[in-house]
């Protein structure tokens, strides 16, 4: 049972939605670490430029054409669970954005696969090391996310927990805009 | 919460295709200002987008902005303090010394010594 | 945090979680109240401390007498010396301190003090000290694996624990990393939850300068926690990825960088510091008021103090490395904001003593803790200006000074700041008193020894003797007969303080069942905690949850006969 | 007061010295302010019988002052120990003797020292370098500018007497210099936990005359030790030293 400090909202704000900003203000940092020693590294030494080089841009744009539309429709379902109270229709959605998710694995499997079997493994190069270990962080945030989603779906296709929709989709926007930043950090940059 | 129609959150997904698109063709004009600015640049926007329209953030508590925009400002003291040592190739009384080892992936772990070629050729 | 907004109080007519017949398993393993999970914490940080306790009881024995026996562990040889040292750090720090300070107090407290019936998430917080007690497990069984327990010192610095080539232990330091970022997933749960508590959770009427110290600092010190501790985390996937999958982030003949560990680890390392202070200090905070009878000196001062190092404490990390290896140049900057920080900290040891004046003192038990803990305390901040200040950390750095001066900031905060908080609310714990007698012949008996364990290792850091270092006869200045004797001072008085922790033990089992019955508020005291039952039940308030008219500090207010004013009494 | 467990062996050995007498004395008094007023306010207001507490909230200005005066005070404390010991740090660390009497590479590695001296013809790198193990050889009242690389972990060229103290880092050359004072035989340590041996890597400097240095030198003969180093690998050397180490152990019991 809920005890009743879970439905007190003294800082103006649902308490699940407050920790999941939290769990959010906790991921920066731990991105952040991951990124800013990257980001160190990589302008130390421009000849990492040339590795870089082999990542496939196209492949990673498609990625984030997938979690960009995978965020798109958990706004969607956020606004099904909220503004209409469909559960049902949040949980389609929901499994639309789990869907989003499974294609981001398979091509980033796919991608790595290509790579690995290319020669360009995580012991390779440091570059690599930083693109296997940042991408690999992220994805493991995605399985993640995945299944927290079909938990969520998982009750409000009975209408039951409709507010957790909008917190796995805050979190889910936040591994999208980690990609984002990952995107032209890993691919672009030449 | 503000009550947006579904209209709106696919016009922002369209807003950040086209970015997309032109985040991945700046590049291709191979000017290093205009990556940087296609690149990141629009990663920001990207970023900023995506947080205001999706996460809601334009109807959080402010507090909840600013308390992970200081985490990211710590993040960027993470940075300013550690880039003079791990940046750097040389600083004041020092240099770093070895060369990146190239290729593919045959070295295995621990079994070359690191400062083995370098100590040695300095004996010389 | 926001201004706390008007919303309909639950005081009354609530139907609040009653005690269920439940099982011994369901009550007290895997129970989701807030006080059994601080039981929890306090008991497996209680045996952490003594394991941590005995390993320095073994490396002392052989500092003091080199080559001999140790009773209880054998002959200790290098190996065994360096993986001793740096689990006695670890688990001191991350096993004892944190889930003691942090969390123990902080589950028992939050609710209670902020007049609410449990955490906001009781299964996760149950999920946190789940975690958290796996990874006191899997530390442990490094002890056990081949090759031993990782020895790379506390702070691991790479190629040392990366490459096994080096440390000699290939599963060892794997562990270790594996068990201290368990720990850390277990804290950030927890921290969370806490700042979520009292963020959201509190009495109707409580208002943010209605909150005690102690929530306070324990919510700041999660904060910091939770934003520092990332690089850290990340820090640990790269070291374990070096160790285990080849990679080379901090292997310079790879192309990467041993400082870039450094900086990921002091970048929390240092705020962690503040992160086991901050509580230390609020305990310290509720025990002077109460026993001296005095509203708290400043308290908006106390909270911006604490703000302030909360703030500052993440730009100091590299005072730590000033001599390993980071640009000179650099040093310029973090001794200005060592010495900045040493500021809001003087200031809020000056707010605690301007407490005291004209006060009426009680000089009981836990107010003698917190006393000995300011007064502790100040000489560890007092030593830590030469290490702050570049040109005299030339000289002092990773010597015995370091040592002493870290002990007398992490004893006062560890071990008497939680004999302070444990001796005051055992009441409340467990509805009985504890022995006076005992509890102050405990207090001597472990606060006259370390005082003697530890400034004659100050003496010996003055004289040049360096760390972790399991045997002196190799360094003729450091194998003088007067610094030998210096150490077998230390180790003796570390011997007597051992064993007069088994008076504490003792007082402390066998008051649960023959102490005195303390009734709901024993130290007239005026927080919410002490409005209800002395133990609480499940729900804490089964009546309905209190209401808050007032601040925590009210003591002898000249309008009121009593010398107290609990919060919850309405005006 | 290091002084007096240490002699001054260095140029800035005393300088060091003062910065540490002058944190001594300012936060000595801190110190000595703060815990007399905290133990008389403990005697003074202990309780008796029949004297309340005062209800003082601390946040009146006549009241606050007894708190921000002290602290303003410390502030200004602080510039003082700021300024001392950047200065300090500036010559220890960052500036280099214009004209130093010889350049010598310092070489750290599991678990031993490594001293490569010029040599008579004052170069680094040339046929005549003196390579000696765990034994430095300097020169009394010469500036000298070392260059200090390691072979695997992190070692710190620690030398007391000298208050002076670097890491050793693999991948680095970092460059320090000291100039002795005093004639004598002193310890270097190893500071930085460098794995099992670290308790067994002392070195020893000795500091000579001019006239014993230069017979020292011509009793060497060049490279004597070069090729043995050359040689050298970590494994080994960690394989004999861990043997010695174990051995050590045992012996001792």
Same mark, same amino acid.
């Given at each position: 049972?809920?005890?009743i400090?879970?439905?007190?909202?003294?800082?103006?704000?649902?308490?699940?939605?407050?920790a999941?900003?939290?769990?959010?203000?906790?991921?920066?940092?731990?991105?952040?670490?991951?990124?800013?020693?990257?980001?160190?590294?990589r302008? %130390?030494?421009?000849?990492?430029?040339?590795?870089?080089?082999?990542?496939?841009?196209?492949?990673?744009?498609?990625?984030?054409?997938?979690?960009?539309?995978?965020? +798109?429709?958990?706004?969607?379902?956020?606004? #099904?669970?909220?503004?209409?109270?469909?559960?049902?229709?949040?949980?389609?959605?929901?499994?639309?954005?789990?869907?989003?998710?499974?294609?981001? +694995?398979?091509?980033?499997g796919?991608?790595w696969?290509?790579?690995?079997?290319?020669?360009?493994?995580?012991q390779?190069?440091?570059?690599?090391?930083?693109?296997?270990?940042?991408?690999?962080?992220?994805?493991?945030?995605?399985?993640?996310?995945? =299944?927290?989603?079909?938990?969520? #779906?998982?009750?409000?296709?009975?209408?039951l927990?409709?507010?957790?929709?909008?917190?796995?989709?805050?979190?889910?926007?936040?591994?999208?805009?980690?990609? =984002?930043?990952?995107?032209?950090?890993?691919?672009?940059?030449? | 919460m503000a009550?947006?129609?579904?209209?709106?959150?696919?016009?922002?997904?369209?807003?950040?295709?086209?970015?997309?698109?032109?985040?991945?063709?700046?590049?291709?004009?191979?000017i290093?200002?205009?990556?940087?600015?296609?690149?990141?640049?629009?990663?920001f926007?990207?970023?900023?987008?995506?947080?205001?329209?999706?996460?809601?953030?334009?109807?959080?508590?402010?507090?909840?902005?600013?308390?992970?925009?200081?985490?990211?400002?710590?993040?960027?003291?993470l940075?300013?303090?550690?880039?003079?040592?791990?940046?750097?190739?040389?600083?004041?009384?020092?240099?770093?010394?070895?060369?990146?080892?190239?290729?593919?992936?045959?070295?295995?772990?621990?079994?070359?010594?690191?400062?083995?070629?370098?100590g040695?050729?300095?004996?010389? | 945090?926001?201004?706390?907004?008007?919303?309909?109080?639950?005081?009354?007519?609530?139907?609040?979680?009653?005690?269920?017949?439940m099982?011994?398993?369901?009550?007290? !393993?895997?129970?989701?109240?807030?006080?059994?999970?601080?039981?929890?914490?306090?008991?497996?940080?209680?045996?952490?401390g003594?394991?941590?306790?005995?390993?320095?009881?073994?490396?002392?024995?052989?500092?003091?007498?080199?080559?001999?026996?140790?009773?209880?562990?054998?002959?200790?040889?290098?190996?065994?010396?360096?993986?001793?040292?740096?689990?006695? %750090?670890?688990?001191?720090?991350?096993?004892?301190?944190?889930?003691?300070? !942090?969390?123990?107090?902080?589950?028992?407290?939050?609710?209670?003090?902020?007049?609410? *019936?449990?955490?906001?998430?009781?299964?996760?917080?149950?999920?946190?000290?789940?975690?958290?007690?796996?990874?006191?497990?899997?530390?442990?069984?490094?002890?056990?694996?081949?090759?031993?327990?990782?020895?790379?010192?506390?702070?691991?610095?790479?190629?040392?624990?990366?490459?096994?080539?080096?440390?000699?232990?290939?599963?060892g330091?794997? !562990?270790?990393?594996?068990?201290?970022?368990?720990?850390?997933?277990?804290?950030?749960?927890?921290?969370?939850?806490?700042? $979520?508590?009292?963020?959201?959770?509190?009495?109707?009427?409580?208002?943010?300068?209605?909150?005690?110290?102690v929530?306070?600092?324990?919510?700041?010190?999660?904060?910091?926690?939770?934003?520092?501790v990332?690089?850290?985390?990340?820090?640990?996937?790269?070291?374990?990825?070096?160790?285990?999958?080849?990679?080379?982030?901090?292997?310079?003949?790879?192309?990467?960088?041993?400082?870039?560990?450094?900086?990921?680890?002091?970048?929390?390392?240092?705020?962690?510091?503040?992160?086991?202070?901050?509580?230390?200090?609020?305990?310290?905070?509720?025990?002077?008021?109460?026993?001296?009878?005095?509203?708290?000196?400043?308290?908006?001062?106390?909270?911006?103090?604490?703000?302030?190092?909360?703030?500052?404490?993440?730009?100091?990390?590299?005072?730590?490395?000033?001599?390993?290896?980071?640009?000179?140049?650099?040093?310029?900057?973090?001794?200005i904001?060592?010495?900045?920080?040493?500021?809001?900290?003087?200031?809020?040891?000056?707010?605690?003593?301007?407490?005291?004046?004209?006060?009426?003192?009680?000089?009981? &038990?836990?107010?003698?803790?917190? +006393?000995a803990?300011?007064?502790?305390?100040?000489?560890?901040?007092?030593?830590?200006?030469?290490?702050?200040?570049? /040109?005299?950390?030339?000289?002092?750095h990773?010597?015995?000074?370091?040592?002493?001066?870290f002990?007398?900031?992490?004893?006062?905060?560890?071990?008497?700041g939680?004999?302070?908080?444990?001796?005051?609310?055992?009441?409340?714990?467990?509805?009985?008193?504890?022995?006076?007698?005992?509890?102050?012949?405990?207090?001597?008996?472990?606060?006259? @020894?370390?005082?003697?364990?530890?400034?004659?290792?100050?003496?010996?850091?003055?004289?040049?003797?360096?760390?972790?270092?399991?045997?002196?006869?190799?360094? @003729?200045?450091?194998? #003088?007969?007067?610094?030998?004797?210096?150490?077998q001072?230390?180790?003796?008085?570390?011997?007597?303080?051992?064993?007069m922790?088994?008076?504490?033990?003792?007082?402390?089992?066998?008051?649960?069942?023959?102490?005195? #019955?303390? /009734?709901?508020?024993?130290?007239?005291?005026? $927080?919410?905690?002490w409005?209800? *039952?002395?133990?609480? @039940?499940?729900?804490?308030?089964?009546?309905?949850?209190?209401?808050?008219?007032?601040?925590?500090?009210?003591?002898?207010?000249?309008?009121?006969?009593?010398?107290?004013?609990?919060?919850?009494?309405?005006? | 007061?290091?002084?007096?467990?240490?002699?001054?062996?260095?140029?800035?050995?005393?300088?060091?010295?003062?910065?540490?007498?002058?944190?001594?004395?300012?936060?000595?008094?801190?110190?000595?302010?703060?815990?007399?007023?905290?133990?008389? +306010?403990?005697?003074?207001?202990?309780?008796?019988?029949?004297?309340?507490?005062?209800?003082?909230?601390?946040?009146?200005?006549?009241?606050?002052?007894?708190?921000?005066?002290?602290?303003?005070?410390?502030?200004?404390?602080?510039?003082?120990?700021?300024?001392?010991?950047?200065?300090?740090?500036?010559?220890?660390?960052?500036?280099?003797?214009?004209?130093?009497?010889?350049?010598?590479?310092?070489?750290?590695?599991?678990?031993?020292?490594?001293?490569?001296? @010029?040599?008579?013809?004052?170069?680094?790198?040339?046929?005549?370098?003196?390579?000696?193990?765990?034994?430095?050889?300097?020169?009394?009242?010469?500036?000298?500018?070392?260059?200090?690389?390691?072979?695997?972990?992190?070692?710190?060229?620690?030398?007391?007497?000298?208050?002076?103290?670097?890491?050793?880092?693999?991948?680095r050359?970092?460059?320090?210099?000291?100039?002795?004072?005093?004639?004598?035989?002193?310890?270097?340590?190893?500071?930085?936990?460098?794995?099992?041996?670290?308790?067994?890597?002392?070195?020893?400097?000795?500091?000579?005359?001019?006239?014993?240095?230069?017979?020292?030198?011509?009793?060497?003969?060049?490279?004597?030790?070069?090729? $043995?180093?050359?040689? &050298?690998?970590?494994?080994?050397?960690?394989?004999?030293?861990?043997?010695?180490?174990?051995g050590?152990?045992?012996?001792?019991?």
């Open positions: 049972m809920r005890p400090a879970n439905t007190r909202t003294a800082a103006g704000i649902p308490t699940a939605r407050l999941v900003w939290w769990v959010l203000a906790s991921e920066i940092v731990i991105f952040g670490g991951v990124l800013a020693s990257y980001l160190m590294q302008m %130390g030494n421009p000849d990492w430029a040339a590795e870089a080089a082999a990542t496939n841009v196209w492949i990673g744009a498609f990625n984030t054409f997938v979690l960009l539309t995978s965020s +798109l429709s958990a706004v969607l379902a956020h606004h #099904a669970a909220e503004h209409e109270q469909d559960g049902k229709k949040a949980a389609r959605l929901l499994g639309l954005t789990i869907l989003g998710g499974g294609i981001f +694995l398979c091509v980033k796919f991608e696969y290509t790579e690995i079997s290319h020669g360009m493994t995580i390779s190069h440091p570059f690599w090391s930083f693109y296997y270990t940042a991408a690999g962080i992220h994805a493991s945030h995605v399985i993640a996310g995945m =299944i927290l989603m079909a938990f969520v #779906a998982k009750d409000a296709a009975k209408g927990e409709l507010h957790r929709v909008e917190l796995v989709g805050i979190y889910w926007h936040f591994v999208d805009v980690v990609w =984002i930043f990952l995107f032209p950090l890993l691919y672009i940059a030449k | 009550d947006h129609g579904t209209q709106y959150y696919v016009k922002i997904w369209g807003i950040l295709l086209v970015l997309l698109v032109i985040s991945i063709f700046g590049p291709f004009l191979e290093p200002a205009v990556t940087l600015i296609t690149a990141f640049g629009i990663a926007v990207k970023a900023y987008l995506v947080v205001k329209n999706f996460m809601h953030m334009n109807v959080q508590p402010a507090y909840v902005g600013y308390m992970l925009s200081t985490c990211l400002v710590f993040m960027l003291l940075f300013a303090g550690s880039a003079p040592d791990v940046m750097k190739k040389d600083g004041d009384n020092w240099v770093k010394t070895v060369v990146v080892v190239q290729g593919p992936a045959t070295m295995h772990h621990g079994e070359e010594n690191s400062g083995d070629e370098h040695g050729a300095e004996l010389h | 945090m926001a201004e706390s907004i008007e919303h309909p109080g639950h005081a009354g007519g609530h139907d609040a979680p009653h005690d269920h017949e099982s011994f398993w369901s009550k007290y !393993i895997f129970s989701t109240d807030h006080k059994v999970i601080a039981m929890q914490y306090l008991f497996t940080g209680m045996a952490m003594l394991i941590g306790g005995f390993f320095a009881y073994a490396f002392r024995m052989q500092l003091a007498f080199p080559g001999m026996e140790v009773p209880g562990w054998g002959m200790v040889s290098p190996a065994d010396y360096n993986s001793l040292v740096t689990n006695h %750090g670890t688990i001191m720090i991350f096993w004892v301190a944190m889930p003691v300070l !942090i969390a123990a107090f902080g589950n028992f407290l939050i609710p209670l003090m902020i007049g609410c *019936d449990d955490m906001v998430f009781p299964k996760i917080n149950r999920l946190s000290f789940q975690i958290f007690f796996v990874s006191a497990i899997v530390l442990l069984s490094s002890f056990f694996v081949p090759g031993g327990a990782f020895g790379g010192a506390w702070t691991a610095y790479p190629p040392l624990s990366a490459n096994p080539n080096y440390s000699l232990t290939p599963m330091s794997s !562990i270790w990393v594996v068990a201290v970022a368990l720990e850390f997933i277990a804290f950030l749960l927890g921290g969370i939850n806490f700042i $979520t508590t009292a963020m959201n959770a509190r009495a109707p009427g409580m208002k943010l300068y209605d909150i005690p110290i929530v306070w600092m324990i919510v700041v010190a999660s904060i910091l926690f939770m934003a520092s990332g690089p850290l985390i990340a820090g640990a996937i790269m070291l374990f990825m070096d160790q285990n999958i080849g990679t080379h982030f901090f292997d310079p003949a790879y192309g990467g960088d041993p400082i870039l560990w450094q900086h990921l680890f002091w970048f929390f390392g240092h705020p962690e510091v503040y992160v086991v202070l901050l509580p230390a200090m609020g305990i310290t905070a509720e025990i002077i008021t109460v026993f001296a009878r005095k509203k708290l000196f400043a308290y908006r001062t106390v909270l911006y103090t604490t703000f302030g190092t909360g703030v500052l404490s993440f730009t100091v990390w590299a005072h730590h490395q000033f001599i390993a290896g980071i640009d000179p140049r650099m040093a310029h900057v973090f001794t904001t060592t010495l900045l920080i040493s500021i809001p900290i003087a200031e809020m040891c000056f707010v605690y003593v301007a407490t005291l004046y004209g006060g009426s003192i009680t000089f009981s &038990t836990p107010m003698l803790w917190a +006393l803990f300011i007064f502790e305390f100040l000489i560890g901040g007092v030593t830590g200006i030469f290490l702050g200040a570049s /040109g005299s950390d030339i000289y002092f990773d010597t015995y000074f370091v040592l002493a001066h002990h007398y900031t992490f004893f006062p905060i560890a071990i008497i939680t004999f302070a908080g444990v001796t005051f609310w055992y009441p409340k714990m467990f509805g009985k008193m504890m022995n006076d007698t005992l509890g102050k012949l405990h207090f001597w008996g472990t606060v006259i @020894p370390f005082n003697l364990i530890f400034i004659p290792l100050f003496v010996l850091g003055a004289a040049g003797q360096h760390r972790r270092i399991y045997n002196y006869e190799h360094f @003729p200045e450091l194998s #003088a007969p007067w610094m030998q004797d210096l150490r001072v230390a180790t003796i008085a570390l011997v007597v303080m051992l064993g922790q088994l008076v504490f033990f003792y007082n402390f089992f066998a008051s649960m069942f023959r102490g005195k #019955a303390a /009734g709901k508020n024993p130290w007239k005291s005026n $927080t919410l905690e409005t209800a *039952d002395s133990p609480p @039940p499940h729900g804490n308030w089964p009546e309905g949850l209190p209401n808050v008219y007032r601040g925590p500090y009210e003591y002898s207010h000249p309008d009121r006969d009593d010398d107290y004013w609990p919060q919850n009494v309405p005006s | 007061m290091i002084e007096r467990y240490l002699v001054q062996a260095s140029t800035f050995a005393a300088d060091i010295d003062f910065v540490i007498n002058l944190i001594a004395v300012l936060v000595g008094f801190w110190f000595f302010l703060t815990a007399g007023v905290f133990f008389w +306010l403990l005697f003074r207001f202990r309780r008796r019988d029949g004297v309340p507490s005062e209800y003082i909230t601390g946040e009146e200005k006549e009241h606050k002052r007894f708190i921000s005066i002290p602290h303003y005070l410390i502030m200004v404390c602080d510039i003082f120990i700021i300024v001392a010991a950047i200065q300090v740090w500036v010559n220890v660390k960052q500036d280099l003797p214009e004209n130093p009497h010889a350049e010598i590479r310092v070489i750290g590695q599991q678990w031993a020292w490594t001293f490569v001296h @010029p040599g008579p013809d004052g170069e680094l790198d040339t046929a005549d370098d003196i390579v000696t193990v765990e034994e430095l050889r300097v020169e009394v009242n010469q500036p000298y500018v070392f260059h200090l690389e390691s072979r695997d972990v992190l070692h710190n060229f620690s030398v007391p007497v000298f208050r002076l103290k670097q890491d050793v880092i693999p991948g050359v970092i460059t320090g210099w000291f100039e002795a004072t005093k004639t004598g035989t002193h310890d270097i340590q190893c500071a930085e936990i460098c794995g099992i041996g670290h308790g067994l890597m002392p070195g020893r400097i000795v500091i000579e005359s001019a006239a014993d240095h230069a017979a020292w030198m011509a009793g060497k003969a060049p490279n004597q030790l070069a090729a $043995t180093v050359r040689g &050298t690998t970590v494994a080994a050397t960690g394989g004999t030293k861990l043997a010695a180490a174990s050590d152990a045992l012996n001792a019991n």
